[in-house]
């Protein structure tokens, strides 16, 4: 697993677009949240198996995974911030957004809840409330696909957060893990993903105090790197990797299982079109 920043990352983007040369291999650049999950590292695996085509990937929050791929140092990018998303195709620099996998983000906070928002139904109006009592909130504020989420929670809430009572984690671009961290030792609030917080729930003290909103979402995406732009992109083996991912009985499989055995669920589910097409199916022969 890689999460470089800066001129490491520029040696490994270097290291690797000489690997590139060589056949069958692919470098991805993916969205922290499910790296330090596991789960990527377990499809990686799991199609070297069964193809023999290597993949690597670098991690960073989908602002930056999105801005190496606009350099075209990556043949593929799996993220999660659909309005970011839409404007890197848009532009040209990936092919299409493909529907891959989501599991959903929570609001955590103290046991104590000085907000008073356990148990709230809406995330927007639970923000609200931290807001209005100013309570202590933290924020990863690198534009990363967490960051973008919770930016749209608190637009559609209608509340500019600021003021001492709201801090944006110094660090929080090396990911959702030491975000939550942070915030633990702090004792404050945050907007985080399911799967960081069962990964760290026994060594935490945070609690989930909103979830199941719909709003709260988390949808991730596959985007291949446009080889018209690009002509260096592996477009072939990667065409082939995102088949692999979205195909009901390989890579969709993974997502389903993923977690079960650690944590008693799953962390991620399955969202590709072509695993949703097969319980339809199911469904319709029964």
């Not at 960073?60 to 990018?77: F, H, M, R, S, Y």
């Not at 209608?158 to 660090?171: A, H, L």
Request: charged content about 25%; glycine content about 10%; some cysteine.
């Amino acid at each position: 697993m890689f999460k470089l920043a800066g001129c490491c990352l520029m040696v490994l983007l270097l290291t690797c677009s000489l690997v590139r040369a060589e056949e069958r291999f692919i470098l991805m650049a993916s969205t922290i949240g499910p790296i330090d999950a596991g789960i990527v590292s377990v499809l990686e695996e799991r199609f070297e198996q069964e193809t023999g085509i290597r993949v690597r990937h670098v991690g960073a929050g989908t602002g930056e995974a999105l801005k190496i791929a606009e350099k075209g140092n990556v043949d593929l990018v799996m993220v999660h911030a659909k309005s970011l998303e839409e404007k890197f195709v848009a532009a040209g620099f990936g092919t299409e957004r493909i529907p891959f996998m989501y599991n959903d983000f929570v609001i955590v906070g103290p046991a104590g809840d000085p907000a008073g928002i356990r148990g709230m139904k809406s995330a927007t109006g639970a923000l609200k409330q931290i807001a209005a009592k100013g309570a202590p909130f933290i924020s990863r504020g690198d534009n990363s696909g967490t960051h973008v989420a919770e930016k749209e929670l608190w637009q559609k809430a209608g509340v500019t957060p600021e003021g001492n009572w709201y801090k944006v984690y110094e660090k929080g671009s090396e990911g959702n893990v030491p975000t939550l961290k942070f915030t633990d030792q702090s004792q404050a609030y945050t907007v985080i993903d399911r799967a960081t917080y069962l990964s760290l729930k026994n060594s935490i003290k945070l609690q989930v105090l909103v979830e199941g909103d719909e709003a709260l979402l988390n949808r991730i995406s596959l985007i291949p790197v446009n080889k018209k732009k690009f002509p260096r992109v592996n477009a072939a083996d990667t065409t082939t990797f995102v088949a692999w991912l979205t195909a009901p009985d390989k890579g969709q499989r993974v997502v389903a299982e993923f977690g079960k055995e650690k944590y008693g669920a799953a962390l991620f589910f399955p969202d590709s079109r072509e695993w949703h097409a097969s319980r339809s199916n199911e469904k319709g022969s029964r």
